[in-house]
């Protein structure tokens, strides 16, 4: 780089009215008090799109609605719902329809919301995608933990039968499907679609072997399954009802429609925020007032993690690139479930290494042996690094066991594993190793952080904070 | 083909002949691989070998330990893929030797150590251990792990036979996937996850599967031990030869290992005909009873009312004694010899001639009361492969899984994989109950008309119009006669007369002494007649060839009153029995393992059973003393040495004429004999049952895999296996007389009473009630007739 070229200013977001905007799609009742019962989704337009549906549309036109929307499924892998549900074998039945509500990644609390706050129109989308792929039950997994959620799907369900929009002959049509309401016992693997199925199925929730890539081929109880997001599927009564163009026409081409972001870490606002997909971007979406309203003290961003804590960390570099699929995975990471966690220059970048490390070493079904011993080895190391114990070829040694559980440490990531999840551990050492390899051989050398950033307390390494001033 | 015509000009390019290969390429050599192969398989058929932990053959595949990653050229450039889960395609290349690929594989190996414990020098695997094995070819040479293992309590006991050390589990899934998979005991699995992941049994439910020795055998590390192994030696002080299990009929190809000329394991071998590699832990742990210091090692003669033992030629002179006195008494039919059928082939060849030929009596039985008419030998025979391929199998016989328990693996499987629907008729449902297409239960004696009625439905009709039909036929009451069995399978056979019959007979080598002679001859009678004979007298002299009709008679008083009636027994044994010890002359027989030979399954396979050690003692194989003992009665039989015998063997009778040593080596799964011409098969016969009257119950009885029986009781590892001599019955009808599960209930039989622990159980018929024959303990061979054609008791709250 020459001296010559001058930075470009950042643009400023700072005040109000600068960034594009859409309509909200399914965040709006999330500040309607009563928005989560019956009465209130339906005084608000609730269940008027499976009206239309089932009343006006074959399940084909459903179907086409969602495909011109190109809306991606919002679960992680981002691939269009539309073209999936054509990957269903025609003429196999019965199918099933499986909602993955098992949200556990670190930073992602988006599916939460949307359980919680508007469980309805959760199950108008169900219904009306049940309808639309012919399938026979609908299964709704929803996390262990997530009790509130639980709580009021369970009501809203009942409700739902009631008033026979789920169950028998809904709505006086010809189309009937149950839903039931499972959930889990707090693995966050069980989020990957094929340990869900195992999980349905109640065998221990380990991922299958692919191929089949898709369950749409063979799934639930080896029959063709369609598995979606929550998220995914509370979008469908909007298409259903303002038709797919419509959707497609909000947000850019490559990043169809509004997405909900959730944004936590070091910014004054965190929270869920639903916003034009495809164009918004990473400064956007931090330092608008309408949105998380500026980094913590005015202090600058130091990394973040764009989609959700199996993505390679992004910097200051990365904060004027659109929130749009093809861009986020050219730059070499990826929007994944949507969960943004932003960490400022006070960050300690091993301790922050070693938490998000540390999650997916324990959420490891156990299954591969890459995955299983890997994560945990990677675990260990960055725990003695930040005790105090590391040894200078401890670096190295992160990034080789990084490259036996992902060859080539690249993106997307090669594997050596059965599903993602030993990959992700990977993520954040890469990440953190490659951009400051330098905190890491402080702490080597000198036993401890760099100057200047917090180190949050971690068992059996610190009684607590440390400040190093 | 020579008269065929054809019209083609002679010169015509022969059709290329349809090539039912794939042609890859491993490592650049062009291979021929099967259809269906997984890559793993067929890099091994090409020469090289992909290292592997989870991947087993005779299980399903499930890519865990991701050890076998090779690269696979495809659409998109090279891929890493696990050969064990990849299937073989046309044109594919693979690649095992990139450095991507070794990297890859020792990165796993790397991992796998990391935590392991690393305690070789004190673990039973070391020396024998995959994981050492492909550490050492395929693994980093170094461990750069410094961090603390993994910890826990070492080992914790997983049932009465298997110790489970989870620090040295690689969590390889192959144990779990056995029980669930190939054992359908799904009583092992993983809990907990991540690094903490581990194998565990459910709390207070043990891992009491009766094949649980095939998860040590296939345990690639030495985190599953058996006790009955456990620190007795190191892989590489062993010796080993190849033999089969004779526990039962179903004859696993087993090696025989030892060491210092002591028994110290059995392993499966993989003979696919039959079993797989599989055994029972019956016969992987009895070699106990070879080992134990109660063996018989010198003859014994009784002498003033006490046996002491005494020297071969003295033992077989008053044998020969015993023989001519009985002769000369009432001629040769005054003699009986009942046996035969826990030897080798050549045991029971040696010993027939010696009882047809030389003592001259029709009276042999290789059958205690508790088989089938011997003409089930001649019906047309089905191989274990044929039952397991046959759409449908029948189930006319004993529990399977009690009985013949790797037999039951291979139907079981069958089953499993939908090859094949299993119609069972049973008085007791039992192992294969729940894999059955249907189930049918009967009282027993009316098997004929549940079979009738059965081939009456249209749908039980079509399956068996449809396909090949194997019945697998055999005792399951010891409670009743044989006759309204024999019948039913008559009515079967009559109604599918392409069926074939695969015979369900238990003891290991039933079908060979049958079949080489040791049956009645004309006029002969069965060991039932014989034993009434001996009661009453007219027979004077019982030989007794390694039977003890004191424990496997059914019925316990004629086998007392032919025991107390016999003036002069001779037994041939390895372990002293309730009826040794009431022989007057005890000749000490060479066990399993301590004499070579030859023996025959349940499907006629002649496989070589091989030694091991040397015999206890002066202790020698029965075929020998047959000799022997036919030298002190004067004639010469010609028999020197086991190959003597064999060579006889197949001289003389038709069925092993193609049974050679040479025939042996090059087929070592075996060479099937003929089935017999010279038998009659089964005659059905009439049988008129009385009707049970609803107060009584109609008793079942039969085996369970572990009893008294002597191998067992000699095991200690086993003998407490057994269970107790409990009786059976409903719920309902345990209500009905007024008893509650262990309470003491009297039962009367029209022969005798005694007090039983009732338990209460649902798989049990209503109307009807089952004890487990020879438990340590039990008395219900008093409660049964052997002439009556069922058996019905009383059942009386005490
Ligand atoms: C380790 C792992 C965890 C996952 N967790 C979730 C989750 O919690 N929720 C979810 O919707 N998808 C999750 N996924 C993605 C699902 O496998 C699947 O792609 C998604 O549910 C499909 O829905 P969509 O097409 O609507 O996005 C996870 C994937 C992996 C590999
Ligand atoms: S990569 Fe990890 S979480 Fe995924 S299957 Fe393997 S062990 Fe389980
Ligand atoms: S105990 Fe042995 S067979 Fe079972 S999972 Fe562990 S290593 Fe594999
Ligand atoms: S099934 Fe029979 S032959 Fe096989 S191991 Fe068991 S006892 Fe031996
Ligand atoms: S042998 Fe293929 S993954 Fe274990």
Redesign the pocket.
């Known amino acids: 780089m020459s001296d010559a070229t001058v930075p470009p200013t950042p643009p400023d977001y700072t005040q109000p009215g600068r960034v594009p905007t859409g309509p909200k799609l399914i965040t709006t009742r999330f500040d309607q008090p009563d928005g989560y019962t019956y009465d209130g989704y339906v005084r608000t337009g609730g269940y008027t799109a499976l009206r239309k549906a089932l009343t006006e549309m074959t399940p084909e036109q459903v179907h086409q609605e969602v495909k011109t929307s190109e809306m991606q499924g919002r679960g992680g892998a981002g691939f269009p719902a539309g073209t999936k549900w054509g990957f269903l074998p025609p003429d196999v039945f019965p199918r099933y329809l499986v909602i993955n509500g098992d949200e556990s990644e670190p930073g992602t609390y988006k599916d939460r919301k949307l359980m919680e706050l508007d469980p309805h129109q959760l199950i108008e989308g169900v219904v009306i995608a049940a309808y639309a792929v012919r399938a026979a039950q609908a299964f709704l997994y929803v996390r262990g933990e997530m009790a509130l959620a639980q709580e009021r799907l369970a009501q809203a369900l009942n409700d739902a039968y009631a008033h026979n929009l789920i169950g028998r002959n809904i709505l006086g049509t010809d189309f009937s499907v149950d839903v039931v309401l499972t959930w889990g016992a707090g693995a966050y693997i069980v989020g990957e679609e094929t340990a869900l199925i195992e999980s349905l199925e109640g065998e221990r929730g380990m991922p299958r072997l692919k191929p089949p890539y898709f369950p749409a081929s063979k799934g639930l109880y080896l029959q063709p399954t369609i598995v979606n997001n929550v998220e995914t599927l509370s979008n469908v009564p909007w298409i259903v009802n303002q038709s797919g163009q419509a959707f497609h026409d909000l947000g850019a081409p490559t990043s169809t429609g509004m997405r909900i972001f959730a944004v936590s870490g070091h910014v004054n606002h965190p929270g869920v925020f639903e916003v034009p997909n495809g164009i918004t971007t990473f400064r956007m979406l931090f330092d608008a007032p309408e949105y998380c309203g500026g980094v913590r003290d005015g202090r600058s961003v130091k990394a973040f993690i764009p989609g959700g804590a199996s993505a390679m960390w992004f910097f200051d570099e990365h904060l004027d690139l659109p929130l749009d699929k093809p861009t986020i995975d050219k730059a070499g990471s990826m929007l994944g479930s949507g969960a943004i966690v932003v960490m400022d220059d006070t960050t300690d970048m091993v301790a922050a290494c070693w938490n998000v490390v540390n999650f997916f070493s324990r959420e490891s079904c156990g299954k591969?042996t890459p995955c299983r011993e890997g994560t945990t080895w990677l675990q260990r190391i960055l725990k003695r690094i930040l005790a105090g114990d590391g040894r200078p070829e401890d670096i190295d040694l992160l990034m080789d066991v990084s490259e036996s559980i992902s060859p080539g440490i690249a993106w997307p990531p090669r594997q050596t594993t059965i599903c993602p999840l030993g990959p992700s551990a990977v993520s954040p050492i890469a990440s953190a190793v490659r951009r400051f390899r330098h905190e890491f051989e402080h702490y080597i050398q000198h036993g401890r952080a760099v100057d200047g950033v917090v180190t949050p307390p971690i068992h059996g390494v610190h009684g607590g904070a440390r400040i190093h001033v | 083909m020579s008269d065929v015509k054809t019209d083609a000009p002679a010169d015509a390019a022969p059709e290329p002949p349809k090539k039912t290969t794939l042609s890859i390429t491993v490592d650049g050599r062009a291979h021929e691989a099967q259809p269906g192969q997984l890559v793993?398989d067929a890099c091994e058929d090409a020469g090289t070998y992909v290292p592997?932990?989870?991947?087993h053959h005779r299980m399903n595949?499930?890519?865990?330990?991701?050890?076998?990653?090779v690269e696979v050229e495809g659409p998109r450039g090279p891929m890493m893929v696990?050969?064990?889960?990849t299937p073989v395609a046309e044109g594919q290349v693979v690649r095992t030797e990139t450095p991507g690929v070794k990297r890859a594989q020792e990165g796993v190996l790397e991992m796998l150590l990391a935590n392991h414990p690393l305690d070789c020098p004190v673990c039973d695997k070391g020396g024998e251990c995959p994981l050492q094995d492909q550490a050492f070819s395929h693994g980093p040479g170094e461990s750069r792990y410094v961090e603390e293992k993994r910890h826990y309590e070492k080992p914790i006991p997983i049932s009465d036979l298997v110790l489970l050390d989870r620090e040295r589990c690689i969590l390889?899934d192959r144990c779990t996937r056995f029980a669930d998979e190939v054992a359908g005991d799904k009583l092992i699995h993983f809990i907990s996850r991540g690094n903490a992941t581990q194998v565990n049994t459910f709390p207070d439910e043990p891992f009491a599967s009766y094949f649980s020795g095939n998860t040590v055998q296939i345990c690639p590390v030495g985190a599953l031990t058996a006790t009955p192994y456990r620190f007795k030696a190191r892989p590489w002080d062993l010796t080993q030869v190849e033999s089969t299990c004779t526990t039962c009929a179903v004859g696993c190809r087993i090696v025989v290992q030892g060491s210092r000329d002591q028994l110290l394991r059995y392993q499966g071998v993989d003979s696919d005909p039959v079993n797989w590699g599989w055994l029972c832990d019956r016969g992987r742990f009895n070699f106990e009873a070879v080992n134990s210091d109660q063996r018989l090692g010198t003859p014994l003669v009784r002498e003033q009312g006490e046996l002491r033992p005494t020297g071969w030629s003295e033992a077989l002179a008053r044998a020969a004694q015993l023989i001519r006195e009985a002769v000369d008494a009432g001629g040769p039919g005054s003699v009986a010899v009942l046996g035969g059928a826990r030897g080798t082939n050549e045991d029971a060849f040696a010993w027939a001639r010696l009882a047809h030929d030389v003592i001259g009596t029709p009276h042999v039985s290789a059958q205690l009361g508790d088989g089938m008419p011997v003409g089930l030998l001649a019906l047309n025979r089905a191989t274990i492969d044929e039952a397991a391929s046959a759409s449908t199998i029948v189930l006319l016989g004993p529990d399977l899984k009690e009985e013949l328990p790797v037999l039951y693996l291979r139907l079981r499987d069958a089953a499993e994989k939908r090859r094949s629907r299993i119609l069972e008729f049973t008085p007791k449902p039992g192992g294969m109950t729940r894999y059955a297409w249907k189930s049918i239960g009967y009282e027993p004696g009316t098997q004929v008309g549940a079979v009738h009625a059965a081939l009456a439905n249209d749908e039980i009709a079509q399956q068996l119009g449809a396909g090949n039909v194997v019945i697998v036929a055999g005792r399951a009451n010891l409670a009743e006669t044989s006759a309204a069995q024999v019948a039913a399978l008559g009515e079967l056979l009559a109604a599918v007369p392409g069926a074939k019959v695969l015979p369900a007979l238990r003891r290991g080598n039933v079908v060979g002494a049958v079949q080489l002679g040791m049956r009645p001859g004309k006029d002969g009678m069965d060991s039932r007649a014989a034993l009434a004979a001996a009661a009453d007298g007219t027979v004077e002299c019982l030989i007794l060839v390694g039977s003890d009709p004191l424990s496997d008679v059914p019925d316990a008083d004629l086998a007392r009153r032919a025991m107390a009636g016999a003036r002069r027994i001779i037994a041939v044994d390895a372990l002293p029995s309730p009826s040794t010890a009431l022989a007057d002359v005890v000749l000490a027989a060479a066990a399993f393992a301590e004499k070579s030979g030859t023996t025959t399954n349940l499907e006629g396979r002649v496989t070589t059973v091989g030694q091991k050690v040397t015999a206890r003692h002066t202790a020698r194989p029965d075929w020998m003393i047959a000799a022997q003992l036919a030298a002190a009665l004067g004639t010469d039989l010609g028999l020197e040495s086991e190959a003597d015998v064999l060579a006889a063997m197949a001289e003389l009778n038709d069925s092993y004429a193609e049974i050679s040593a040479a025939a042996l080596a090059a087929a070592p799964d075996g060479v099937l004999a003929h089935v017999p011409t010279t038998l009659d098969p089964i005659n059905p016969p009439t049988v008129a049952v009385p009707d049970r009257n609803s107060y009584d119950f109609r008793l079942v009885v039969s085996r369970k895999l572990y009893d008294a029986a002597v191998g067992t009781a000699h095991s200690p590892s086993l003998a407490h296996l057994a269970g107790g001599a409990t009786i059976h019955i409903h719920p309902a009808d345990l209500d009905r007389v007024g008893a509650a599960d262990g309470d003491s209930v009297k039962v009367t039989s029209k022969r005798a009473s005694g007090v039983f622990q009732a338990t209460s159980d649902t798989t049990v018929l209503r109307g009807t009630a089952w004890v487990p024959f020879n438990q340590p303990g039990g008395t219900v061979g008093e409660l049964i007739d052997a002439t009556a054609p069922v058996t019905d008791i009383r059942i009386e709250n005490l």
Request: proline share 5%.
């Open positions: 591969c | 793993i592997r932990f989870c991947y595949p499930v890519g865990m330990c991701r050890q076998c990653l696990v050969s064990c889960m390889c």
